[in-house]
């Protein structure tokens, strides 16, 4: 359970800062992947769904901290969104030509390595 809380309290800190940064800074954080935002809709877009969606996906993580019975729901949800994040970026990578393309690379790893702690610490939970 231990585990569990922790990988949660992580995700929550990674995806409500990300979230907020996207929110607040949508042009710079957008430029970082190589994006260009050149209309306002563009950067709205940006706000709500890299911005809203990951500072949603943190407060669930929160609730379920503060409801044991949301545990297993919340690294079920992590296991599968970081899996097909994932994947996704593989093929983007694959059809993109990305050996070249270090953010893509460091993204990968990170959704790798987060699904992969996911799904231990829920593993860890069946067990109990």
């Not at 359970?1 to 800062?17: C, Y």
Request: a positive charge.
């Amino acid at each position: 359970m231990r585990l569990a809380r922790v990988i949660l309290v992580v995700q929550i800190l990674a995806l409500g800062g990300l979230g907020l940064a996207y929110f607040i800074r949508p042009h710079e954080m957008a430029n970082l992947s190589g994006m260009l935002l050149l209309a306002p809709a563009a950067a709205t877009d940006v706000r709500a769904y890299y911005g809203g969606l990951q500072l949603g996906l943190a407060a669930y993580l929160l609730l379920a901290l503060a409801r044991l019975e949301l545990i297993r729901g919340a690294l079920t949800l992590l296991v599968l969104l970081y899996s097909a994040l994932a994947l996704a970026r593989i093929g983007g990578l694959w059809l993109d030509g990305g050996a070249q393309q270090t953010f893509n690379l460091a993204a990968l790893l990170l959704e790798v390595v987060s699904a992969g702690l996911a799904f231990w610490a829920l593993r860890g939970l069946n067990r109990l």
